[in-house]
């Protein structure tokens, strides 16, 4: 893929990021009610050769931490000489959220999702943090990665791009951008107009700054240490897949020569709280086709031990999030599927991704 980039020369010249360094620099934001300073920590490595500016941020959501490891093992294993262009890495997006343990900031705004503030206008924690981010991060970058996971107990696998962006362009970049991450599927949905909107961080850069952008949701905390590490291991081959194909990183891309590409998916979470028992196993996300009705975990009463819900498979697909035993309340975390038979779910040679 060709991509044209802008940012690199402006980041270059800047005497925080010079060129073949790393760097690291604190951005004031505001001051908290404790009298402490939020700030954004951005990391920057800048290859001496010219090239694209690519942006990356684990924890928008504060309660999805474990990602914020795979972007310290990222940044710290990437050497300067060998970038054409840079990283930018922001490990923290949401630290409000992030210290309370928290998807969300904990305060009374009406947007307390930071992943839906982008392009507030208003005071409100969230909507400070998007603007800063837009302005430190976005407005330096080429490109934009966004990296969710499951919360303690859960854990996703895939990855997302937009295909309704309104030029056509940044939904081609971003689609091309999301194959070269190596899975062997892509979710491709409105994710500009439809969910998770254009508000969240890769919606508003695609769509109001007219930068291609991928979510990565892969992986979780809570489960076997290999398949942690496993998951640890496909992200960080991912995101060096992403800077192949944006030209900082030499090689090509690990692009799977075929590639499930979907939109479909249906939620599969508890409407009664208990203890959610699984019985689909972790290690089979993404990789086994479920028939429809199959039992994929029930949740059972801490006071009575009676089984008070089955969770079943409403559709023939494959499982894009998985959990383990933990204690749930109405519609926390369990499993994804994605619908085999829907409309858009098709599969597409590696040659109509590039
Ligand atoms: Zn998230």
Not at 40 to 53: Q, S, Y
Not at 122 to 141: F, K, M, N, S
């Amino acid at each position: 893929m060709s991509i044209e980039f802008s940012q690199y020369e402006a980041l270059a010249a800047d005497e925080a990021t010079p060129p073949g360094r790393r760097s690291v620099r604190s951005v004031p934001v505001f001051t908290d009610l404790d009298g402490s300073d939020i700030a954004l920590v951005i990391h920057a490595v800048v290859g001496a050769r010219p090239g694209p500016v690519l942006a990356l941020h684990t924890a928008l959501h504060g309660s999805e931490w474990l990602v914020v490891d795979t972007l310290r093992r990222l940044v710290e294993g990437l050497d300067p000489a060998e970038l054409s262009g840079a990283v930018l890495a922001l490990p923290v997006a949401n630290p409000v959220a992030f210290s309370s343990g928290t998807r969300n900031t904990l305060d009374e705004s009406d947007s307390p999702d930071l992943n839906r503030s982008f392009g507030g206008e208003q005071t409100w924690i969230a909507d400070q943090l998007g603007r800063a981010i837009t302005a430190e991060l976005y407005a330096r970058a080429d490109a934009v990665m966004d990296f969710h996971c499951g919360i303690w107990g859960s854990a996703m696998g895939s990855v997302t791009c937009g295909r309704d962006f309104n030029d056509p362009g940044v939904s081609e970049r971003a689609f091309a951008l999301a194959t070269a991450f190596g899975l062997e599927h892509v979710r491709r949905s409105d994710l500009a107009t439809r969910f998770p909107g254009p508000k969240s961080g890769v919606g508003y850069a695609g769509q109001v700054l007219g930068i291609p952008g991928v979510i990565s949701e892969v992986g979780g905390a809570g489960f076997d240490p290999e398949l942690e590490e496993l998951w640890a291991q496909k992200n960080l081959r991912g995101i060096r897949g992403v800077l192949q194909e944006l030209g900082v990183l030499t090689g090509p891309p690990p692009r799977a020569d075929r590639i499930l590409v979907y939109d479909g998916v249906v939620r599969v979470n508890p409407s009664t709280a208990g203890m959610l028992e699984p019985v689909f196993k972790p290690e089979d996300m993404m990789r086994v086709e479920v028939p429809r009705g199959t039992l994929l975990g029930r949740v059972w009463s801490p006071y009575t031990f009676e089984v008070v819900e089955e969770l079943r498979a409403p559709v023939r697909g494959m499982v894009d999030m998985v959990c383990r035993d933990y204690p749930v309340r109405p519609g926390d975390w369990a499993y994804i599927m994605v619908d085999l038979d829907a409309d858009g779910t098709h599969w597409v040679d590696r040659s109509v991704t590039t």
